[in-house]
């Protein structure tokens, strides 16, 4: 089979070099990606109170959009965060990954539990012309709704819509929207259960 050269001097975009590849794709936001890379890792271990001000103070610039203060956790990683829009009070914890080269939106109140990772894209694998890695990704937006929460280790994968209030289990690999106030889990997730409404709720007690 004729593999094309991975590192070949022609800018035909089948044969061009990684390096080439990257400066062509990211040509607009090579700058923020830089940028992002260098200050995500000044500030991502930083203890608390100062680590989350600082953090905070830099998504805020980052962000497409943040509705308030947000608490992003020690060692969360961000990147293409010039897709990532979030609501007031979000929350992330650590070890989450978001990617929001295709696009992720969140609304308000929305907790993301530890190692939990969010794609908005895809590598384009339905050819067998070129190693997946050297084709262009396929974008596909991630959107969350208000009020969600997303346990540890689970996985939304690229193109998903997650209604209002709903809980996303531990160790759940989303594939397929879902629903407001759905309860999903399991691989890939299926509903589990709904939240009643009219159940009260308990109330955080401080002191
Ligand atoms: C989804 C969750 C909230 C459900 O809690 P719950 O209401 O107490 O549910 P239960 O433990 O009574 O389980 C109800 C059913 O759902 C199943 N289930 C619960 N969590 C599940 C999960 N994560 N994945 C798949 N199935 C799950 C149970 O096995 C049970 O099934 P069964 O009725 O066939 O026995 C909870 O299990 C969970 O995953 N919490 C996330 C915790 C977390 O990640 N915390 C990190 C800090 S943010």
Known sequence: MDRPVLFGRKTDDHRMSYLQRFIKKYNRSILHILLEDWLGWLTRSLPAPLGFILRWMVYRALFKQMGSFCWIYPNVYLT????????KTFGINSGAVMDGRGGIKIGDDVMIGPNVVIASSNHDYQQHALPMARVDHVMAP???????????NAVITPGVTIGDGVVVGAGAVVTKDV?????????????????????????MEMG
Do not use: F, L, M
């Open 179 to 203: 629903d407001a106030y759905c309860i999903v889990g399991g691989v890939p997730a299926k509903v589990i259960g709904h939240r009643q409404a009219g159940v009260q709720p308990s109330v």
């Open 80 to 87: 293409h965060t010039y897709g990532i829009e979030v609501g």
């Open 142 to 152: 991630v959107q969350i709704g208000n009020d969600v929460w997303i346990g540890a």
